[in-house]
Nanobody, 116 residues
Framework: QVQLVESGGGLVQPGGSLRLSCAAS????????AGWYRQAPGKQRELVAGITVDNSTHYADSVKGRFTISRDNAKNTVYLQMNSLKPEDTAVYYCNADPVQLAFTWGQGTQVTVSS
């Protein structure tokens, strides 16, 4: 059973930065493309960033130029560096396989709140 544990969220002012981490219980991210997803209250979960096994990346238009996804296969960990945060980035952030059709059991996520 794959376990995903997200961390690094918190309360930050607009314009601030956070770095999220996602640790997997096995080497799944060496095999599967990985993605960071987010779900805001009353909205559907959406993919905000993805990284392939050969380190190609893609981003939602809403975060392009502000967020950076990366991976460390030796640590079975995927990261999301978030800069220039906006109130509309407020959500619970999750990591999982990309595309979502291949998703494992979802972790608890990490809350990101952008507010002054």
């Amino acid at each position: 059973q794959v376990q995903l544990v997200e961390s690094g969220g918190g309360l930050v002012q607009p314009g601030g930065s956070l770095r999220l981490s996602c640790a997997a219980s096995g080497s799944i991210f060496s095999i599967y493309n990985a993605g960071w997803y987010r779900q805001a209250p009353g909205k559907q979960r959406e993919l905000v960033a993805g990284i392939t096994v050969d380190n190609s990346t893609h981003y939602a238009d809403s975060v392009k130029g502000r967020f950076t996804i990366s991976r460390d296969n030796a640590k079975n960990t995927v990261y999301l560096q978030m800069n220039s945060l906006k109130p509309e980035d407020t959500a619970v952030y999750y990591c999982n396989a990309d595309p979502v059709q291949l998703a494992f059991t979802w972790g608890q996520g990490t809350q990101v709140t952008v507010s002054s």
